[in-house]
């Protein structure tokens, strides 16, 4: 095998990333997780200016943390790393999806959206992209494409559903699943998005699935008040938890951390997030992350 249609195959690995996929091959064995807090001083002041330019949709946090970590991926590139069939792939593009609530109802369903992200892309871009996508999701009885296939599998008789199913996942493992089937799936993308906080809850975990090729799952708690630490003071100021859960087999810990605190800086200055994703940082901004 070789390169696949959304990744290109690794071929110059050290021998630590060679071997580890067959020492555990399974995506959900090989989880970390990391949780930050956000300081939302600067980024509140921020979304205030920004919030003018488009009444109808507003700027938000959530746009803010979407266009930070696909900001991040681009930068840090290790991060688009996924591992399959024992192989390790570089995606093609940077990508992220997330589901969206149609109706805040117990019985309201769940579509997908996917956002393919560009190099030259900036906030506005993703605002705009979220916006175009949510007009349509949000639509009486839309239903995205990975959805409508599996209802389709659903009406079926079980009898052969489910070696239908499984003929999709033995193909999907193998990289030979048609690229119809997964164009809309969310394990398919970058990084999994999960925003917890916009239905009340706190900070958490999503596991990372062997299904699919993502490497990372970011977590959005809800806002409040939350201890800063500063000058040996505790100080309370408007933040947010975030928490991740990574394939520690795409990167050391140290890699990690600094491409943690490269988004932590995103948010923590977020005029930065006005510039283009492929942007390198400064030698001053670097100087901040290290």
């Known amino acids: 095998m070789g390169d696949r249609f959304d990744g290109k195959l690794i071929k110059d690995l050290d021998a630590m990333h060679f071997i580890m996929p067959y020492m555990y091959p399974d995506r959900c ?5 990391f949780t930050f807090k956000i ?3 600067n980024l509140n002041a921020y979304l205030e200016k920004k919030q003018a330019m488009d009444p109808e949709y507003r700027y938000n946090l959530f746009q803010c943390i979407v266009t930070a970590v696909l900001k991040t991926i681009t930068l840090r590139r290790k991060l688009s790393m996924f ?3 024992r192989r390790v792939y570089m995606r093609n593009e940077v990508s992220t999806a997330f589901t969206v609530k149609q109706v805040f109802e117990d019985d309201g369903g769940e579509v997908l959206a996917f956002l393919h992200a560009k190099p030259e892309w900036t906030i506005d871009d993703v ?28 009406q079926l008789p079980r ?48 596991h990372l699935t062997n299904w699919g090729t993502t490497s990372l799952f970011v977590v959005i708690g809800r806002t409040g008040r939350l201890p800063f630490f500063e000058n040996e003071q505790v100080i309370f100021r408007d933040g947010v938890e975030l928490g991740f859960t990574v394939d520690e087999r795409i ?17 923590q200055e977020p005029e930065l997030l006005d510039r283009p994703m ?13």
């Open 278 to 290: 492929n942007e390198k940082l400064s030698d001053e901004l670097w100087q901040k992350i290290q």
């Open 159 to 206: 009898w052969i559903s489910r070696p239908v199913v499984g003929l999709i996942c033995g193909l999907e493992k193998k990289g030979m699943i048609p690229k119809a089937l997964i164009e809309t799936d969310p394990y398919h993308s970058s990084a999994v998005i999960a925003n917890l906080g916009s239905i009340g809850l706190p900070n958490g975990y999503h």
């Open 251 to 267: 990167a050391d810990g140290f890699y990690f951390s600094k491409s943690m605190k490269m988004l932590q800086l995103f948010l």
């Open 127 to 154: 605002h705009d992209e979220i916006k175009r996508q949510l007009k349509k999701l949000k639509t009486k009885g839309y239903t995205d494409e990975s959805s409508s296939v599996m209802d389709r599998f659903n």
């Open 29 to 33: 064995d090989n989880q970390a997780f």
């Open 83 to 85: 591992i399959h069939n």
């Open 39 to 41: 300081d939302l001083t």
